[in-house]
């Protein structure tokens, strides 16, 4: 059972680069999510998904894109890479019902020079 | 103002001691809570929720004043492998809506031999 795959683990971007973030999980989670996490600021949620066709913004969405086209894929795109997006990014699923019990993958570090 | 907050540490304690982490939270309708702990460079895990009665998981006490916005974590009798990040999270809506899950920033935990 590998759970919440996430794919590339380091990333260097240009500016104005875009690129996808992947992931995918093989548990059958209905809640996925993105979150990025930077020194002092805690994890913070950029999108989620409660199920395949519906997503919605979290607290950080600007600058990304999400779709969910299957209950395992919820693909994260950065439309036009900037400094600030720099961060390590981290994936989560959740079944549903137990939003609190998110199984993460393992983070992509990612730099936008 | 953060909606999670926490003293980012770093405590420092030798093995066998006792430790307290303290967490607050603005929003008084908040529904539920939750510890992860998570390990340099790693993704963070579900450590244990915490329930309005208190609740204890071996070595780790966790309890809720809902009057106060506080959640606390008691860890007991040290172990090297406690060493770790530990995350208050709190749940601000109820149901399962995963928009509403705040992380705090973190408590880093060291134990030393």
């Known amino acids: 059972n590998a759970g919440v795959t996430q794919t590339p683990k380091f990333q260097v971007l240009k500016t104005g680069q875009s690129m996808t973030l992947q992931c995918a999980q093989d548990?059958?989670?209905?809640?996925m999510s993105w979150y990025r996490q930077d020194p002092g600021m805690g994890l913070r949620l950029i999108h989620y998904s409660v199920g395949a066709g519906i997503t919605d913004q979290g607290e950080v969405p600007n600058g990304y894109n999400v779709s969910r086209s299957t209950t395992e894929d919820f693909p994260l795109r950065l439309l036009s890479a900037a400094p600030s997006q720099t961060s390590v990014y981290f994936c989560?699923?959740?079944?549903?019902?137990?939003?609190?019990?998110?199984?993460f993958g393992s983070g992509t570090q990612l730099s936008v020079l | 103002r953060k909606e999670v907050e926490q003293d980012p540490g770093p405590f420092n304690v030798p093995e066998g001691a006792t430790v307290a982490f303290n967490c607050t939270y603005s929003?008084?309708?908040?529904?539920?809570f939750f510890w992860y702990r998570q390990d340099c460079r790693k993704e963070p895990k579900l450590l244990m929720s915490?329930?309005?009665s208190g609740n204890e998981d071996g070595r780790f006490t966790a309890q809720l004043n809902r009057a106060s916005q506080y959640i606390s974590l008691l860890i007991r009798d040290s172990k090297l492998s406690d060493s770790a990040t530990y995350l208050c999270v709190v749940n601000m809506a109820g149901g399962s809506t995963l928009g509403r899950l705040y992380f705090g920033r973190g408590t880093q935990l060291t134990v030393w031999p």
């Open positions: 989560a699923s959740s079944p549903q019902g137990r939003v609190e019990k998110l199984f």
């Open positions: 929003n008084s309708a908040s529904q539920s």
């Open positions: 915490v329930y309005s």
């Open positions: 548990m059958n989670h209905e809640y």
